[in-house]
């Protein structure tokens, strides 16, 4: 994760490969209960950081954004429940109901999760950084409000992309806490 960007524009279809790598993200019946905000324009992008700067959580009356808001790109990935109960209650799967119940976990919430999965390694792939972060709970409804998202789709958190400015990136918590080895999280055949 890249907690730091220039404000150097991406090249052109970086953007567009981005999305297309999203678009191949798996969903339960696929159902394909997600959409994708894009953000790509300078007044769009003032918007979205408008948005986050009013974060109850920032500290001091400086954004924790300003070295992340240079990215030329962010993204929003959003899910939608109702795709999944909808798509499941139909004849081929069974179910005549929208029970919410039958769901062990939220796949929509899942899918969309590999929905910004997919597009972080493609900008890995495009030699790029990225960050996806949250946007907290307090701030939905301007987010909502300001880019006209209808009730039925959730942020799950936002991708910024852009070039990485190392100088400026302060890290993260992989620098204070250290990856688990594969022995600590493998458990072949039994826990």
């Avoid at 929003?76 to 499941?88: E, F, I, M, N, W």
């Avoid at 792939?125 to 709970?137: C, K, M, S, V």
């Avoid at 204070?176 to 594969?182: E, F, T």
């Amino acid at each position: 994760m890249v907690r730091a960007f220039t404000s150097e524009p991406l090249d052109p279809g970086v953007t567009q490969r981005v999305l297309m790598a999203a678009n191949r993200a798996p969903s339960a019946g696929f159902s394909q209960g997600y959409a994708l905000l894009v953000l790509d324009e300078p007044g769009q992008l003032r918007s979205f950081w408008h948005v986050m700067a009013a974060d109850p959580d920032g500290s001091d009356g400086k954004s924790a954004y300003d070295a992340v808001s240079k990215a030329p790109l962010v993204v929003v990935p959003l899910s939608c429940k109702d795709s999944y109960l909808a798509r499941y209650a139909r004849p081929d799967k069974g179910w005549t109901d929208r029970d919410e119940a039958r769901w062990p976990v939220p796949y929509w919430d899942i899918d969309t999760g590999f929905l910004a999965l997919l597009m972080l390694l493609a900008a890995v792939d495009e030699g790029l950084g990225a960050l996806f972060f949250g946007i907290p709970p307090a701030l939905i409804p301007s987010f909502r409000e300001r880019f006209g998202v209808p009730g039925s789709y959730v942020p799950i958190g936002a991708v910024a992309i852009g070039r990485p400015d190392p100088a400026k990136d302060t890290g993260g918590s992989s620098r204070v806490i250290r990856r688990k080895a594969l022995e600590e999280l493998v458990h072949r055949g039994r826990w």
